[in-house]
């Protein structure tokens, strides 16, 4: 669990963020070039195998990211260690729960079995 | 939680707790703490990080709906078009363009470019410009 605190945090951060402007990059251009978005293009797309990666990872990241961000801002603001932990563990849950829903919404998409 | 830790393999808990200054002295007198931009840059991508992390479960929503059916679609673009959800799209917009700008900038300053203070307090000034630019023509978008 190295991974979530110290340097590697601060790693993971910044690999994120790339990550997620190259998404991002890649999404408004796979979205903007081409004929207006209607539900029928927009879903063609999102479930198409490459454009669901790309919402998942994106998703992944954007929680990922948002986790390490979340945590320096209450380290630096909350310092009751009960309140501190209760707040990690809230946001903690909520980012969990947002991966899992998205992973859950492309999945019925794509007819996959989880 | 300064002396918390115990000598060896730190408990997971606590190296997820503990605070990355320990136990440095803090000062946190805001009337006598100026601000210079650099620090309005920087506040500015936590208020905008905080903010796109609370809208992170709606825009989760957002895709499930959106990808719902047809009708979950046009009443994503309807609500859009009422004022409090509207209001809402152009807080996100604000925050993202803020966040995305401000990171770049830091991105950037990893990597040596853009760290000199003048430089520094120009790319400050610029991000926060920007992102209040892109702002206000969503809401000008959004009006017309």
Known sequence: MRVFAGQRAWLMQRATAVA?????????????????????RWLAL???????????????????????????IVLDYVHSPPLRLSVLAIIAVILFA??????????????LVL | MRGSGTPGKPFLLEVIMRSPTGGAPKFLNLFHIRFPIGAIASI??????????????????ALERSLASEAAF????????????????LVVVWAAAQHVLAGVRHLLM????????????TSAWAVLL???IIALAAAIGWLT
């Open chain 1, 20 to 40: 997620l402007l190259l998404l991002v990059a890649l999404g408004a251009a796979l979205l903007l070039v081409g004929p207006p978005l209607t539900h029928a």
């Open chain 1, 46 to 72: 999102a479930t198409s195998p490459h454009g669901a990666v790309v919402i998942v990872l994106f998703f992944v990241a954007l929680c990922l990211h948002g986790w390490v961000g979340a945590r320096d």
């Open chain 1, 98 to 111: 947002v991966v899992i829903r998205v992973a859950l919404t492309m999945a019925a998409h794509l007819n």
């Open chain 2, 44 to 61: 500015g991508h936590r208020i905008s990080g905080v903010l796109l992390l609370i809208s992170l479960p709606l825009l989760a929503l």
């Open chain 2, 74 to 89: 046009e009443s994503l673009r309807t609500a859009v078009a009422t004022p409090w959800w509207g209001l809402l799209l």
């Open chain 2, 110 to 121: 990893d990597i040596g470019i853009g760290s000199p203070l003048a430089q520094a307090r």
């Open chain 2, 130 to 132: 920007t992102a209040a």
